[in-house]
């Protein structure tokens, strides 16, 4: 597995690593447990593309992906999620703590525009106790992440 704190000291990453009481395998669980609106965690969404190329798509917590948006971004005709397995293997990281950056090798990153509205948001910090407090610009600055409209929004649950 691979190590985000080595990773953010090596690279110089201004973010900060935070330990939760409690593991949380939901963006809306992780927004409780901090007390922000469920769009400041930002979701790491590790998709593959017909050629089996892996990518990570960063969008806030309360919106879904859009498939055919990423494909479109990416230039492919079609992206999926990729496997749990496919998933550790690309970036290090089990799925549930996947962090927005950090990958033992370079992977596209594609972050969704509605990330941008935050000044900053919490993602992944590679295990589901912990998470990775940065802003949206040290995020495109690391990454050199890919913006455009990548999500639609999360239907809000009836009453």
Request: hydrophobic share 45%; net charge neutral.
């Amino acid at each position: 597995m691979a190590d985000l704190s080595e990773f953010l000291a090596r690279e110089q990453v201004d973010a900060r690593l935070l330990t939760l009481a409690t593991p949380m395998t939901t963006a809306a669980a992780a927004a409780r447990e901090l007390g922000i609106p469920v769009g400041g965690i930002f979701k790491s969404l590790v998709l593959t593309t017909e050629a089996d190329e892996v990518l990570v798509v960063v969008l806030p917590g309360d919106r879904r992906v859009d498939f055919k948006a990423v494909a479109r971004a990416a230039g492919c005709r079609k992206a999926a999620f990729a496997s749990a397995e496919r998933a550790l293997e690309a970036t290090g990281y089990p799925p549930g703590g996947t962090p927005p950056l950090g990958y033992p090798r370079p992977l596209r990153v594609f972050v969704d525009a509605a990330v941008l509205q935050y000044p900053e948001g919490y993602g992944g910090g590679g295990r589901p106790e912990l998470l990775l407090r940065l802003t949206p610009g040290e995020l495109l600055r690391v990454t050199k992440g890919t913006v455009g409209p990548l999500s639609i929004p999360t239907e809000a649950p009836t009453p």
